[in-house]
């Protein structure tokens, strides 16, 4: 089983949808969930971190769910500036190293 | 937010040579650096973890005698491919953390190899 597992999409929304994607994690130590935004042939970037109380930044909405081991992420009214791919990353227990899922693919559409 | 560079931003190179690339954090000293390889269509795989001053730790199945890492300073790491094959044109992608930041990585904008 892959350690951070997410569905590769890709989801077609239109503008002013609400999206919602989940990643799943095979180890319960791990402490420390972020969501990454990649555009095409460029670096990630850091859209937020995922706390055990869940947290909000503008129209995103990121939450954690330690029983059932998965991380989500709900974007709302979307624009076409959010379509990339969304990766879901998670620390490794007891190291510094990041752990990325394979990515989900959203496009927002006209 | 820390700022990290890499050089060159894409190659393309020939069969059997060595490709240098590097990764430099530019306002900020980096205690530990990662190095990532991405494929087309693919997440990114983290390949090894250098700290300054000390040997590299490789991930299982990265051979280190092909990835050749070093990081002699704390604003700057190498990743050299020697003996570069087509199967290891990638975009290579180097991260950086600082020491009092905990958790966060800074990215580098990526490095795109072409091997013909």
């Known amino acids: 089983r892959k350690e951070v597992e997410q569905d590769p999409g890709p989801f077609n929304v239109p503008e002013g949808a609400t999206v919602a994607f989940n990643c799943t994690y095979s180890n319960s130590a791990s402490q420390s969930f972020f969501w990454y935004r990649q555009d095409c042939r460029k670096e990630p970037k850091l859209l937020m971190s995922?706390?055990?109380s869940g947290n909000e930044d503008g129209r995103f909405t990121a939450q954690l769910n330690r029983a059932s081991q998965y991380i989500s992420l709900l974007i709302r009214d979307s624009k076409l500036s959010d379509s990339a791919t969304y990766l879901c990353v998670v620390k490794r227990a007891g190291t510094y190293k990041y752990i990325f899922g394979t990515g989900t693919r959203l496009k927002v559409l006209a | 937010g820390a700022v990290v560079s890499q050089h060159p931003s894409w190659v393309i190179c020939k069969s059997g040579t060595s490709v240098k690339i590097e990764c430099r954090s530019l306002d900020f000293q980096a205690t530990t650096m990662f190095w990532y390889r991405q494929f087309p269509k693919q997440s990114l795989m983290l390949m090894a973890t250098?700290?300054?001053?000390?040997?590299?730790?490789?991930e299982q199945g990265v051979e280190k005698d092909k990835f050749l890492i070093n990081h002699a300073s704390l604003t700057l790491s190498t990743l050299t491919v020697t003996s570069a094959h087509p199967e290891d044109s990638s975009f290579y992608i180097c991260?950086?953390?600082?020491?009092?930041?905990?958790?966060?990585?800074?990215f580098g904008p990526g490095t795109r190899l072409t091997v013909l």
């Open positions: 995922v706390y055990s």
């Open positions: 991260s950086a953390r600082e020491g009092q930041t905990y958790n966060e990585q800074f």
């Open positions: 250098s700290n300054e001053g000390s040997k590299a730790t490789y």
